[in-house]
């Protein structure tokens, strides 16, 4: 069965470091998102991307977070300056269509800020 | 975004009860409402959804009821599993249709 794939699975960073974590959505979907959840808390939309352009973002998504897809496989979130507050798991998705279809989650990047 | 609110917390049943979970949103435009499991160290996971032309969504031990015009929505499980322990989330699409806003989870706990 086809799934989201991402990378790393576990990453520690110092604070003020960049970071990238790596995703791999399903090869025919065409709507790619982030998510991140905090130990414990909710699942917190950070931003979608749609026809090489973001579509959609939530006030967590400022000046310091950045995504692109820099071939035809890859979707990447990078975080310029990480924050203590960063710390968290953080999710990629895609779907097939963008309004109400399944969104499949990939398995998780941990990022721990130091 | 979207306010999604949903009740209990945490959710304790004995192996073959049942167990129910609900949720109120407060965007009247949305129009679907999917429920999600996440298991440990997982991401989560589909397990129904269903579309505001329907009132009643059943998959085997799974439903899904909404009521549109009092803006909330519900999920049962019946005859409960310890597999069923997990963390369930409601969501609901946002204005713009592109993202899904999340519940803050249930956390579900089958005991045999």
């Known amino acids: 069965e086809p799934e989201v794939t991402q990378t790393p699975s576990h990453q520690v960073t110092q604070m003020g470091q960049e970071v990238i974590l790596r995703c791999v959505p399903i090869?025919?979907?065409?709507?790619f998102y982030w998510y991140r959840q905090i130990l414990g808390q909710k699942v917190e939309f950070l931003v979608s991307f749609y026809n090489n352009e973001i579509s959609e973002k939530s006030e967590i998504f400022d000046d310091q977070f950045s995504v692109e897809r820099p071939d035809g496989s890859n979707f990447t979130l990078k975080i310029r300056s990480t924050k203590l507050e960063d710390s968290a798991m953080y999710f990629c998705?895609?779907?097939?269509?963008?309004?109400?279809?399944?969104?499949?989650f990939g398995e998780g990047s941990r990022l721990t800020v130091l | 975004g979207e306010n999604v609110e949903q009740h209990p917390s945490t959710l304790s049943v004995q192996e073959g009860d049942s167990a129910v979970i609900k949720c109120t949103y407060s965007d009247s435009a949305s129009n679907y409402f999917p429920w999600y499991k996440q298991e440990l160290g997982k991401g989560p996971q589909l397990i129904i959804d269903i579309r505001s032309n329907v009132g009643e969504k059943k998959d085997q031990r799974i439903a899904v009821t909404l009521n549109k015009t009092a803006k909330h929505f519900s999920l049962h499980i019946t005859e409960t599993q310890p597999e069923d322990s997990a963390v369930y989330f409601c969501a609901v699409n946002s204005n713009s249709g592109y993202a899904l806003n999340f519940g803050k989870g249930t956390s579900l706990l089958v005991t045999p």
């Open positions: 998705a895609s779907r097939e269509q963008g309004v109400t279809g399944e969104l499949f």
């Open positions: 090869s025919n979907h065409l709507y």
